[in-house]
C-alpha cells in the first residue's frame, strides 16, 4: 500500500479503503481515497502496512518522522499515545480532540467512541480555563474525558476528568443554648469551656483538643460556626467580639487564600460531609462522608483542593497529588467556585 | 508553687528549683530563683503544678495563654509542641532553638541534648536559606536536627532534616565505537539505530524505547551522553551537530530548570546511581542505586527534587512530596547546587 504525504495527512488510493480502514479503521474515506493523519502513517508505516512517498521519493521511518514532527507540533507525543492505545487493542479515530477511542469490542460505524483523549506534555503548564470546556464538552456527548500525559521520558499515563456530585450523611450541628466564648489568638481560636468544647468536638469533629478542657478550631471552621451563631470570637486584644467580616479580613490576612478555601468548607459542610485539613497530604482537605462519633473516626474518602477559576495546573504537581490520593484510597477532587456554587472535578489516575 | 510573670519569663523563688528544676528539669536555675518560660510555665499551670500572678492578681489558664500569646510570637505553636514532647516523656529546654529535647532516660547535667527542635507553622513559608544553616548548626554539635511542623488544626508532624551522602554501584557506561547518531525533535531526542538503542538502554537503563528498533532519550540523558561524547544530536531541520552549549541552550528553552536538573543528574550518574524521572511522583528523579539489567528494575530507592539556593519551601507541598515518597518507601531529597557540589538534603517524617 502507498500513501502520499501531503501537508499535514497522507494519502492513500481507494484501495487502502478496503485494506486499511475496513480492515483495522485507519484513517477517514474520502471519495474515493484515504486521508490518514501523521500519526496514523507513522504507524503504519512502523508495523510495515505502508509506503510513503514524498516528491519522488519513498520515506523510510527515520525520514517521515523527522518530517512529520516539523509539520505537526507535539506529533512525538501524539505518536506515542496513539501507538499505546493501538497496542492496547483499541480502535481510534482522530476527532476535535486528539483522539477519540472506541470502547473494547466497538469500531467505527459499530459503536460510538467512548472516550476523548487530549494528549498533553508534562512540561506544558495546563491551565483550568482549557480543561473545563473540555470536561464540559465531553459531558454533553456522554464521553469519557481522558488525558493522557506523556513524561520526559515518554512514559504514559492516563487520567479520568469528570465533574462529581459529593454528599455526605452527617448531619448539622444545631446551635447551643447560648453562643460559645472562644478567643482568637494568633492563628487560632481557642474554646476555653470543657462542655462547649466537647459539644463542638462530638457534633461534627470540630476543632481538635489543646487539653482535656480546651478545644483549638482552625480558621475556616471557626468562620463557619460563626455564620451559622454558634461561637462568639473575640480578639486576645479586645472585649470585643468580630462579626464575620471581621474575622473573614482578620482570616485573610493570615491565609491568603481564605475566602476561598471558606466557599469550599462551607459547601462540603452544608452537603453532610465533615472536611478536615488535608495538610499531611499537600491538600486544603480531607473529607469523610460520615461522621457518627470521633471515637470511631472512619476511612476519609476525598481529598479536595480549592482551585481559583485561572488556576494553572502544573503537570507533575497534579501528578503527586492524584499519586499520593490514590495511595491511600481517595479520590482527589478539585473544588473550583462559580456562578452555580461549587463545581467538584474529581481527576483521577486510570488503566486503559 | 508561686511564679511571677515578668515580660517574656515566670520567675518562681528558690523552693522552684527543688520542686520544678530537680524534679522534671522545668526551667533554668539562676542564683536563688527559677527562671521559666511562657510554655513552660503555661505548662506547669496546666498540670496545676504552678499559680502564676500578675499585678496583684492571679492569672486562671484562660487569661495567661492569652496574655503569653501576646507576649511571644508563635506561643500557641510552641506550646503545642511543647506538651506534646512533654507527654511523650522527653526532657526539653529551652535553647538557641526552639528546643533541645534530650534522649530517653536522660536529662540536663546527666546527658547532653540529643535535638535540635524548630517550631514552624505550616502557614509561614520556609526559605531553604534559614533552613540550612540551622542543618548546619546541628551538625556541627552532632545534634539531630527536627522540624516540628503545627497544621491549621493543630496536628502535628515531625520531620528529621540531615544531609546526606548518596553512592550507587552501577558502572559508568562506555562509549561505543563510533558516536551514536540521534536527532533532537520537539523536545525529546530520537535514537535510529537498533543496535545503539540497545547499548544505551541496556547500559545503564538510558531512554525509553520508541519501539522494538528505536530508543528514546529525556533532555538530560541527552545532554550527559552527549558530554561524555558518547552520541551525536542533530537538529531535525539541520545537518549540523550540536555541543553541548548548544544542547543546553536549546533544553533550557524547553525546560527552565533544565541546567539545574542537569547538574543533580550528572552528579547522581557521576556517583554510580541511575536517575530516571520522578515525574509520576511529582519530583525530577526516582533514583535506583544499582541496575544491573533492565530486564529486572529493582525498587527506586530516593526522590530527588533539585532546588535553588533561593527556593523557599511551602511546607504542605514538602508535606505531601515526603509522604508520597514514604508511601512508596523512598526517601525524599532535596539537591542544592553550592560552591563545593551538590549537597543532598533528606527530610523524612518520624516519630518521636
Do not use: C
Amino acid at each position: 500500500m502507498i500513501g502520499r504525504l501531503m501537508q499535514d495527512r497522507v494519502i492513500s488510493g481507494k484501495q487502502a479503503i478496503n485494506e486499511l480502514y475496513r480492515n483495522g479503521y485507519y484513517g477517514r474515506p474520502k471519495d474515493d481515497s484515504l486521508e490518514l493523519t501523521l500519526v496514523e502513517a507513522a504507524y503504519l508505516l512502523y508495523k510495515n502496512k505502508l509506503d510513503i512517498e514524498l516528491d519522488d521519493g519513498v520515506l523510510g521511518f527515520e525520514d517521515f518522522f523527522t518530517e512529520a514532527a516539523k509539520r505537526q507540533q507535539y506529533f512525538e507525543l501524539k505518536y506515542i499515545v496513539y501507538k499505546d492505545l493501538r497496542e492496547r487493542g483499541f480502535y481510534v479515530q482522530s476527532g476535535v480532540t486528539d483522539f477519540r477511542v472506541y470502547p473494547r469490542g466497538g469500531h467505527p460505524g459499530k459503536t460510538p467512541a467512548k472516550s476523548f483523549v487530549y494528549v498533553r506534555s508534562e512540561r506544558i503548564p495546563m491551565p483550568l480555563s482549557d480543561l473545563l470546556p473540555s470536561v464540559n464538552a465531553a459531558e454533553n456527548v456522554r464521553k469519557q474525558m481522558i488525558l493522557a500525559i506523556v513524561d520526559e521520558e515518554s512514559d504514559l499515563t492516563y487520567y479520568e476528568v469528570k465533574k462529581v456530585k459529593v454528599k455526605g450523611k452527617t448531619k448539622l450541628i444545631n446551635p447551643a443554648q447560648d453562643e460559645i466564648r472562644t478567643t482568637l489568638l494568633e492563628d487560632r481560636v481557642i474554646v476555653w469551656d470543657s462542655e462547649s468544647s466537647q459539644y463542638l468536638h462530638g457534633n461534627g469533629f470540630y476543632g481538635k483538643p489543646l487539653d482535656n478542657e480546651r478545644l483549638q478550631l482552625s480558621l475556616v471552621e471557626s468562620a463557619y460556626l460563626l455564620e451559622l451563631g454558634l461561637i462568639d470570637i473575640q480578639k486576645s486584644d479586645s472585649e470585643e467580639s468580630m462579626d464575620l467580616n471581621d474575622f473573614s479580613s482578620v482570616a485573610s490576612s493570615i491565609e491568603p487564600d481564605f475566602m476561598r478555601k471558606y466557599m469550599a468548607y462551607n459547601d462540603l459542610r452544608n452537603s453532610g460531609l465533615v472536611p478536615k485539613t488535608g495538610f499531611k497530604f499537600g491538600t486544603h482537605f480531607r473529607v469523610y462522608a460520615e461522621m457518627v462519633s470521633v471515637d470511631k473516626i472512619p476511612h476519609s474518602e476525598y481529598l479536595i483542593h480549592s482551585i481559583a477559576t485561572d488556576h494553572v495546573f502544573m503537570l507533575p504537581v497534579m501528578s503527586r497529588a492524584i499519586r499520593l490520593a490514590n495511595s491511600v484510597r481517595k479520590r482527589m477532587l478539585y473544588a473550583i467556585e462559580d456562578r452555580d456554587g461549587i463545581t467538584y472535578v474529581d481527576i483521577g489516575r486510570i488503566k486503559m
